[in-house]
């Protein structure tokens, strides 16, 4: 099986490079030109019509995104682009050629109101251009006539990129207290744990008759179990590398509420995302967050 993996560099796109390789052929690529002259730049229409027609892969693993939430609200044509009309295009040309398309999306489509966990078929009202963005993205998905898979994940974190895990780490090093918001609940959720489920979903899926597949397509939650607040992940976070031997010159961590630390762009409040759907539908179980985050911890320290 012939695998086109888009936005190998990022953080989810670090970890597919590994997860896929034992489903068959991987192409993983990102913008810049690769050894054999391949590009993956989804904004080039005219290259994705081209890359896609010349290797007619079994699959395409979209995991480009744009990801810069409070740029975003200023930066609207670019994050449209790589969020909404190249995930337009990319289905466009996965159903011309019958090649299942994988997608991720975000929790950010919701409005982040209530406490109760998010259902595949909850109504999206994103509060910030971001989560439009990302909401344009799945609606393209659902009017094209591709056969998708859509993973909507949270709180993304891996040893490789930008994320809170590293942010805390450096912080903690330099000051003596810091102001973490509380009233945030979501699940951090590893990057290493979406490419291994995904691997999983598409190994799972191909074992099926071509005649039972459409049954799989659609919108999926795929966080860790478990919940917890930016300000308390940020004192597991402490206590975990203070646990493994890492001085850390934080003496004081403060409570704040979302309003006391303004940004461009407003984020949700409830970022919980039920999976049963998942679990139940790949027989599938998903690890409590703090595994996957005491991993993280002990690799980059």
Not at 114 to 119: D, E, K
Not at 214 to 229: I, P, S
Not at 255 to 277: G, M, V, W
Request: with cysteine; charged share 15%; aromatic share 8%.
């Amino acid at each position: 099986m012939k695998i086109l993996l888009l936005g190998k560099n990022g953080q989810v796109g670090w970890e597919l490079q590994r997860a896929l390789q034992p489903l068959g052929q991987v192409i993983a690529l990102d913008r810049a030109l690769s050894q054999d002259g391949l590009c993956g730049d989804v904004c080039d229409f005219d290259m994705m019509q081209q890359l896609i027609t010349t290797l007619r892969p079994a699959v395409v693993v979209n995991a480009t995104a744009y990801t810069a939430v409070d740029l975003a609200e200023s930066d609207q044509k670019q994050a449209d682009a790589v969020n909404h009309l190249a995930v337009a295009n990319l289905a466009k040309l996965c159903s011309a050629q019958d090649i299942l398309l994988i997608h991720y999306s975000t929790d950010y489509v919701f409005s982040g109101e209530g406490h109760r966990p998010w259902s595949e078929d909850d109504i999206s009202q994103p509060i910030n251009y971001y989560g439009v963005s990302k909401r344009n993205g799945e609606e393209a998905l659902d009017a094209s006539s591709v056969n998708f898979m859509n993973f909507r994940t949270s709180w993304v974190y891996a040893t490789q990129g930008n994320n809170f895990i590293k942010t805390m780490l450096k912080l903690a090093q330099t000051k003596q207290e810091l102001n973490i918001i509380q009233d945030q609940v979501g699940a951090p959720t590893g990057a290493a744990l979406i490419a291994d489920v995904t691997a999983q979903v598409l190994g799972y899926y191909f074992l099926q008759p071509c005649e039972d597949r459409h049954v799989l397509h659609g919108h999926y939650h795929l966080v860790a179990q478990g919940e917890t607040t930016w300000f308390d992940y940020a004192q597991y976070i402490f206590a975990q590398a203070q646990h493994h031997g890492k001085h850390l010159m934080i003496e004081a961590v403060h409570p704040i509420l979302s309003k006391d630390y303004p940004t461009a762009a407003k984020r949700p409040l409830n970022s919980r995302l039920n999976t049963q759907k998942l679990q139940s539908t790949f027989n599938i179980q998903l690890p409590h967050w703090q595994h996957g985050v005491d991993q993280v911890i002990q690799e980059i320290l």
